[in-house]
């Protein structure tokens, strides 16, 4: 047979300066580039296993796990294939078809084919609109005491501690709060908060944490990360009949292969680059800052940022569009003329960005260069 | 906080022949290795998606997914994270909690804890013990024909193609027969043939069939590939009703990382080395015959041989652990000393290789290290 020509080069996203939030915290380190070359063979973790995965001592999966558990700071940890893998086996251990759950409104669309996969019944706590999509834990309370009246059982409450559209910091220890008061448990989607920034599970009093290694813990994908408190674990780490050792939401063995290696060699970097959070943070608000002060470019979501995944909403540049030869491409294009990329070809009317990793110069060299677009183009506006 | 030392090397195993059939047909090609540079970070593959992993066209995931649709033959080819993930999808897609299956005797362990995820009833067709361990697709019959006069509906017909115990090889056409008369759908495992031997799902007459990445296809783990007849595409890939294009069994995406760049990197090579699978089981049956020219090694399961997995009983190398200073240990360290590893330490009384890839000259190198480790040994026998 023959095949398509694939093509397999990443050029463009390797070697620019990649704005999508999405690639941002999963750029691997070179300690992780060098576990990628040793084990990048099939199953290449699996030499010295007795049974488990997560009991591997070579490679010392089992004591990378100690760790993990550490740094998020749960009782347990496990790596998942990613943050949905975790949702959906804590749904799946813990609901029954038809059963209720909680979860906010700017909850990633793998909580809601999670949630469908499990044939469960989803009630949204609403965001609060335009511009601002704030979270206010008070609502998981409206909602669930809404829920309680009308004498419906609850089997889980989700939050997404920061949200992919607008990147929200949304405060788990006050919804974690709300749950507890009425005898849920809460899962904490963290695939944008684990590996960025300081996760201490136990202070959230969160029950479940997932995270993404390929979105924040410079990982090659696919690869999660989930954590739980022990009161769970008999349920969600519940072991097979018929094979004592492995556990049934895992399926035996989850990350068997490469993206794990990468999770391992990442993690004392990772562990130490969540210290220096605040100074994104800043990084962040200096560049929004600067975007800011082109007319016709203006930050969506809460203000000020805590989160470096930002959303701005850019009638400037839509504006040029109409007029442009190129129409909706002239920014990308621009941008690539720039060695910037990461914005969709044709997106102007608004677009998702993080400066996360990169220098103050860098940043500044970005904002400069939309600076320098609009000026560009100035007769067009 | 401190992370334990990882110590990330593959040394021995990517260094020395390796038996462990496990790891001998997952090992990467060059281009598969180039790609794993390309598409290391993160999401790599997710740079242009448009909602849809399957759907990527740069790089062509799309295109890839009908290259590989066409070398099994099946109507839709979907990349899981393994094939006990594709099991546990169609399981889970097409079964209902307490719902009955049949399993052969020889069924991996993950189709089991697939099954009990789901929470199934698991009735199994028995192989035939000592020392073949063969499957008889009359066997299904039986057990179909049996369930039928008890009352008992089937769901889901199941078959391990090749098993990982003994390497036999079962007529999956002669199954799906006894399967479809009793208008039942056939699950193929060919987690041990799929990108070894060639594969046609539809002269099988299989309604699905799972085939792992890391174990057979060249590729870095986690991943498999799931494929469907198209009159089961409305159950196992049913979307979601929140989000139009993702599949729920999915979970929208899977692979999203490095694990597909290497499997479609891979894959024109797989497809070419399929066809030299007659080359492979005659390398096999001859170093079988000089393995049985020693006297207290004898090859278990189907005879001749026709998969490169085989099972060795090797009282011979017991006795010798008896007496041995080392104990259980020597042949594990003679082996190491000749460069030879994957044979678990302390094993001795049987064991599992295969020699699936290397040159006959290697096969030779290794039959007779261990003619020459037994003849070592002589006077402890």
Redesign the interface.
């Known amino acids: 047979?023959e095949?398509?020509d694939?093509?397999?080069?990443?050029?463009?996203?390797?070697k620019n300066l990649n704005l999508?939030p999405?690639?941002r915290?999963?750029?691997?380190t070179t300690?992780?580039?060098?576990?990628?070359y040793?084990?990048?063979?099939?199953?290449?973790v699996?030499?010295y296993c007795a049974g488990r995965l997560d009991e591997i001592s070579k490679?010392?999966i089992h004591?990378?796990l100690?760790?993990l558990a550490?740094?998020i700071n749960t009782d347990h940890a496990r790596t998942v294939?990613?943050a949905?893998?975790g949702k959906?086996a804590v749904m799946?251990a813990l609901c029954k078809p038809g059963d209720t759950i909680v979860v906010d409104g700017n909850a990633h669309?793998?909580t809601?084919?999670?949630a469908?996969?499990c044939d469960l019944n989803m009630v949204e706590v609403p965001n609060s609109g335009h511009p601002d999509y704030r979270i206010d834990p008070e609502g998981y309370k409206k909602v669930l005491d809404d829920l309680a009246d009308q004498g419906e059982d609850v089997s889980l409450v989700l939050l997404t501690h920061v949200d992919g559209n607008y990147g929200n910091l949304t405060d788990a220890q006050a919804v974690a709060k709300c749950a507890h008061n009425t005898g849920v448990p809460l899962l904490l989607n963290c695939a944008y908060s684990m590996g960025r920034m300081p996760i201490d599970a136990k202070a959230l009093n969160a029950d479940f944490v997932v995270g993404s290694?390929?979105?924040s813990m410079?990982?090659?994908?696919?690869?999660g990360v989930l954590g739980l408190k022990d009161e769970w674990a008999d349920i969600v780490l519940r072991k097979?009949?018929?094979?004592a050792v492995?556990e049934?939401?895992m399926?035996?063995c989850?990350?068997?292969?490469?993206?794990v290696?990468?999770l391992?060699?990442s993690?004392?970097f990772v562990?130490e680059r969540v210290k220096h959070w605040d100074e994104e943070v800043q990084k962040t608000r200096q560049f929004v800052d600067k975007m800011e002060k082109i007319e016709g470019v203006e930050q969506i979501g809460v203000k000020p940022k805590e989160h470096d995944l930002v959303r701005f909403e850019t009638p400037v540049f839509d504006k040029i569009a109409e007029k442009h030869p190129r129409r909706g491409f002239f920014l990308y294009e621009e941008l690539k003329k720039r060695h910037i990329v990461g914005i969709k070809r044709g997106q102007t009317k608004w677009f998702k960005c993080s400066v996360y990793g990169f220098t103050e110069e860098q940043r500044d060299y970005i904002a400069d260069s939309f600076v320098e677009i609009v000026d560009k183009y100035g007769e067009l506006i």
């Open positions: 047979m095949c398509h694939y093509g397999l080069t990443r050029n463009t996203e390797r999508n999405l690639q915290g999963g750029v691997l300690e992780a580039r060098k576990a990628l040793e084990f990048s063979d099939g199953y290449s699996c030499d490679p010392p004591g990378f100690d760790d550490q740094f294939h990613g949905r893998e959906f799946h669309y793998t809601h084919v999670a469908e996969r290694g390929h979105k410079a990982a090659s994908g696919p690869i097979s009949g018929m094979h492995k049934l939401e399926l035996g989850t990350s068997r292969g490469a993206p290696a990468t391992m060699a993690l004392p562990a």
